[in-house]
């Protein structure tokens, strides 16, 4: 068990592991919003860890007595990590020491002896150091399933909602039609209302079933995320070897039961409908009118567009870009992102600012000026963003009501040119006249390199080569607009596809797409072009505009902005629909 201050509601953060590290507490509001913030105080009602921003909301909004001490003082607590038995053989109740490849099974000393002929069969100390870093990948996962099981929970709550409010509007429609059919309305009424009530009763049992086992499913991804992350953070090889192992086939599990809960379709609401002769009403009896069920489908929003299929853009507002009075020149938008809450974020490199815009693509508050050209942006938060510049990145924080400020930068080593999150605390950029193409750099500047990836021996010019990173499928992809190819690397399996055919001329800027696809700027041929990870040409949509450049798809993957670099600069937003037929 946990020892020296940890607390209760990490949901076993400390009880889930062994060995020794030092950890720094959290705040607890802050993680569950995926913000890594140390905690200052702890309200001892509560048994909740809080950073300064979050105190003041809990003790005015959450009910009940708070007295909330300071920690400030307290040093980092050693703890004593418990995998709860995930470490030793069932079997013999034994460590395990071994790993047969063979058989893909963990062993201890008495089960090795069942193993001797095995062709490949490893001790866990020697191989653990270089296959203890699968945990990082595995945390993603489990967290991308974390966070489809939050949505479908979410979901079920909202369709109960609408079900009985759908219920509810049924007696409003039912009474406008009463004044003229008195006595056959009322008869109507109740066997209308009754046969409503059966279809929601129906529906709602399909919701619980759906609650029940999403939920069941959330309470193990509770347990095991604050396992993953202190092991990641601070396990000893081994300990992430043998966690990674026993995760590996829960995982597969996990995923199974997420998918099955997106594929039951239900009910969003009981609907009415009439009959065409309402002037021979009075002849029908009490069956003028019936109810019905209208069929949503899949519970998510977005689970339409969780395949790797072709989908269809709709053109919701197009924008001319014409110099302005408070602009010396041209807009060049070379960055584009979506905030969380749907606002677009875009950088101008021609007039060295940056801005935000609603979903009409009117700006919002007073662009924020740099002193530099900025070439690209991503979105860490719905409150802090970076801006790649000459050999820096400039981190900067928006409100709620648009105000735009730099918070701190970071000198790096080469000159990026697009950048986009990998993980929470890491992000990927492209370089610029360097031959490490495509690099990794923390939030606190730390550079490294992708060591299975061979990336084609050239440098790049500003705006020949782009990349992005999508984090499910640890899929690394760049552009090279001269080759007219797209690149595509398994940044685990160390794999790799260069896709090049008549469908891609000059490919400028990459994002990740729905279903966890690529989706391309097209220059040469005014389109984008929609990949799988593994290179698979899926569709190309044309585009309304002459030499689009730079693109990004929402965070919900409902919504795609792109703009150009032509001599009519322009700005576009598109709805991301499914195509249903393929």
């Known amino acids: 068990m946990a020892t020296g201050g940890l607390h209760e509601s990490n949901r076993g953060n400390a009880s889930d592991f062994f060995g020794e590290c030092a950890i720094t507490q959290s705040c607890e509001p802050c ?13 001892k009602d509560c048994n909740e860890y809080l950073c300064e921003t979050c105190r003041n909301p809990h003790v005015v909004y959450k009910g009940g007595k708070h007295d909330v001490v300071s920690i400030q003082d307290k040093q980092s607590s050693t703890v004593v990590v418990d995998m709860k038995g995930k470490d030793k053989c069932s079997e013999h109740g034994k ?3 071994f790993y047969c490849e063979d058989h893909l099974k963990l062993c201890c000393t008495t089960c090795i002896i069942a193993h001797g002929k095995c062709n490949k069969w490893d001790e866990i100390a020697s191989i653990s150091r270089q296959k203890g870093a699968q945990l990082h990948g595995l945390k993603q996962s489990l967290l991308k399933l974390k966070s489809d099981a939050d949505a479908i929970v979410a979901e079920c709550k909202q369709t109960e909602e609408e079900l009985n409010a759908s219920v509810a509007d049924l007696s409003k429609d039912l009474d406008e039609m009463k004044d003229r059919m008195i006595k056959l309305f009322d008869a109507a009424k109740r066997e209308l209302l009754t046969e409503a009530n059966a279809l929601k009763s129906e529906e709602e049992k399909k919701l619980s079933k759906m609650q029940s086992v999403t939920t069941n499913v959330m309470e193990e991804l509770n347990q095991l995320l604050p396992m993953c992350s202190s092991l990641a953070d601070h396990g000893t090889p081994q300990q992430m070897f043998i966690f990674s192992k026993q995760v590996e086939e829960r995982n597969i599990t996990i995923e199974s039961k ?7 379709e239900v009910s969003s609401k009981v609907t009415l ?18 109810v019905n069920l209208e069929q949503r489908g899949n519970p998510s929003s977005i689970s339409s567009l969780s395949q790797s299929r072709p989908v269809t853009l ?200 729905p279903g966890d696809t690529v989706i391309v700027c097209n220059e040469n041929m005014n389109s984008v072009v929609h990949l799988t990870v593994d290179g698979d040409y899926l569709c190309t949509y044309p585009v309304d505009m002459k030499c689009p450049r730079t693109i990004c798809v929402s965070r919900d993957r409902t919504r795609l ?22």
Do not use: W
């Open 31 to 43: 993680m569950k919003a995926n913000i890594a913030k140390a905690a200052t105080v702890l309200c």
């Open 95 to 97: 460590g395990f020491e």
């Open 258 to 264: 997420i998918n099955e809960q997106r594929m039951t």
């Open 273 to 290: 409908s009439y009959t065409e002769e309402l002037s021979s009403i009075l002849e029908m009896g009490t069956k003028f009118m019936k």
């Open 314 to 513: 709709e053109l919701i507002v197009s924008l001319n870009l014409p110099k302005s009075e408070d602009n010396e020149r041209k807009p060049f938008l070379t960055g584009l992102d979506f905030l969380s809450d749907g606002r677009l974020v875009a950088v101008d490199n021609q007039n060295m600012k940056c801005m935000i815009l609603n979903e009409g693509l009117r700006r919002l508050g007073t662009p924020y000026t740099f002193k530099s050209s900025p070439t690209d942006v991503a979105v860490l938060s719905n409150s802090e963003i970076v801006v790649t510049c000459v050999k820096c990145l400039r981190f900067l924080s928006v409100s709620s009501d648009n105000v735009i400020s730099l918070t701190r930068q970071i000198e790096t080593s080469s000159s990026f040119s697009s950048i986009c999150c990998k993980t929470p605390t890491q992000m990927v950029v492209s370089t610029i006249d360097d031959i490490r193409n495509v690099r990794m750099i923390s939030v606190d500047g730390v550079e490294t390199d992708f060591q299975q990836v061979e990336f084609p021996n050239k440098t790049y010019k500003l705006g020949d080569s782009s990349s992005t990173y999508v984090q499910s499928k640890n899929t690394l992809v760049l552009t090279d607009r001269r080759a007219h190819t797209v690149y595509l690397y398994n940044t685990v399996k160390g794999t790799s596809r260069a896709v090049t055919n008549g469908n891609i001329q000059e490919p400028r800027v990459a994002c990740v797409g």
């Open 561 to 582: 902005a792109v703009s150009n670099c032509a001599k009519n600069m322009e700005l576009q937003l598109y709805k991301i629909l499914p195509t249903l037929n393929n």
